[in-house]
Structures are given as C-alpha cells and as structure tokens.
C-alpha cells in the first residue's frame, strides 16, 4: 500500500513562488510514477506534471512549462513541485498522484492509483 501526503500550499501573490511537498510510504519515490494535478473550482481535475520511476523523466502541462519543476529526493522519499512567476489562473486545490502500474498515459488522472489529500494554491493579482 502506497500513502502520499502532499502540502505547501498557501496564499502568494502574481509572480510569486511556492513549493509544494509530497511524503511517501509504503513505495520508494523512484519506483514509481508521480505526478501533481490540480482542480480549479468549477473545473475538472487536470495535469500538471509527472517524473517517471526509474531515471525520473520528466512532463508537463503546456500551461507550466517553463514556470513549474517537477523533482524528486529519495533519501526523504519526497517529490516536490516549484511554482515560480504564479498566476491568478494557477489558483485550485493541487494534489500528489502515484501509480504503481507500468504503461498507459502519465497525463491522465485515471491511470493513478494513490492521491494525497489536496493543498490550496491561491495567487492573487
């Protein structure tokens, strides 16, 4: 059984940075697939970014490139998310994702088995 625990969300304003943390257990982070979606009120969960298990590749959502990285530290077992030069439209409720399968797409929120619980992102403009 995989457990993710995400936080750092909070309040920030436009072209401001926050990092947010995600603590697994149960699986080493390099292992598995893991990834951050997020969900703005009134909208479906989307993708953000994901590294790969194993040598860790890295995606992201065309809206983040370039402002977000994605990263990992196995010997706190944590992934992380940089936000830098945020946005009011970046504002939603982001949550750390794992999955333990192999194959199928890292884009999509069904193919994730283990969700943390959500952190609030809101940026102001």
């Known amino acids: 059984q995989v457990r993710v625990v995400d936080s750092g969300g909070g309040f920030v304003q436009a072209g401001g940075s926050l990092r947010l943390s995600c603590a697994a257990s149960?699986?080493?982070?390099?292992?598995?697939?893991m990834a951050w979606f997020r969900q703005a009120p009134g909208k479906d969960r989307e993708f953000v970014a994901a590294?790969?298990?194993?040598?860790?590749?890295?995606y992201y959502a065309d809206s983040v490139k370039g402002r977000f990285t994605i990263s990992r530290d196995i010997a706190n077992n944590s992934m992380y998310l940089q936000m830098n030069s945020l946005k009011p439209e970046d504002t939603a409720v982001y949550y750390c994702a794992a999955r333990t399968r192999i194959g199928g797409s890292y884009y999509s929120q069904y193919e994730y088995n283990y969700w943390g619980q959500g952190t609030q992102v809101t940026v102001s403009s």
């Open positions: 590294i790969r298990y194993g040598a860790g590749s890295t």
């Open positions: 149960g699986r080493t982070v390099s292992s598995a697939t």
